[in-house]
């Protein structure tokens, strides 16, 4: 004959096991849920390429004589949430020979209020004709008149094998630190 103990201590594990085997039944069932937040998410994580080296131009583009070009920034492929583009333009730049080899870039936003800066080659500056904000060849501003807050906005530049790259960021208007917009 079995003990009454012996029936109790038998439901209690048998209870035991039950609760474990729920809640490592819970525990699984989170995984793939996991996974698969991730994967409806994931393209909300992609960047934009801001911030990635760009080629825009071969060096052989650039004049001699160190006069600025403007040139499109065109991204091969953007990734805008769930959307894949190819060929996207995202912005413009100046270029500009120093030095014979090197390159200096700036963007063509000007930093007052975001209108495009225009190139003057006869006065040899560049200039917006939003509110005459004028800058020079060096992107500094040139006259004291002008309201932008800050000298034109540079971006680092690289020559790979005769291509010009930029890393390409847009910043924040009208104000005087460069704060790059993410
Ligand atoms: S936007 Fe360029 S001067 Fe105002």
Same mark, same amino acid.
């Given at each position: ?6 029936? %109790?201590? !038998?439901? /209690? @594990? #048998?209870?035991?096991? /039950? ?12 995984? &793939? ?9 994931? *393209?909300?994580? @992609?960047? =934009?390429?801001?911030? !990635? ?13 160190? =006069? ?28 500009? #020979? ?11 936003? %000007?930093?007052?209020?975001? $209108?495009?800066?225009?190139? @003057?080659?006869?006065? @040899?500056?560049?200039?917006?004709? $939003? ?12 006259? &004291?008149?002008? &309201?932008? *807050? #800050? &000298? ?31």
């Amino acid at each position: 004959m079995i003990a009454k103990e012996e029936i %109790c201590e !038998d439901q /209690a @594990r #048998r209870g035991f096991f /039950a609760k474990v085997s729920v809640a490592l039944g819970a525990l699984l069932a989170l995984f &793939p849920l996991g996974a698969g937040i991730g994967i409806l998410f994931d *393209p909300l994580r @992609r960047k =934009s390429g801001r911030g !990635d080296w760009i080629a825009i131009a071969p060096l052989s583009a650039l004049p001699e004589d160190g =006069s600025p070009v403007r040139f499109p920034v065109i991204l091969k492929e953007s990734i805008d949430a769930w959307t894949k583009k190819k060929d996207v333009p995202i912005g413009a730049v100046y270029l500009k #020979r120093v030095n014979g080899g090197d390159v200096v870039a700036f963007n063509v936003t %000007c930093p007052h209020l975001g $209108c495009a800066i225009d190139f @003057r080659s006869a006065e @040899r500056d560049y200039f917006c004709p $939003c509110h005459n904000s004028s800058f020079g060849l060096d992107g500094s501003i040139s006259n &004291p008149d002008s &309201p932008s *807050p #800050r &000298p034109m906005d540079s971006l680092q530049t690289k020559v790979e094998k005769g291509e010009i790259k930029v890393k390409y960021l847009d910043f924040r208007a009208g104000i005087k630190d460069k704060i790059p917009i993410a």
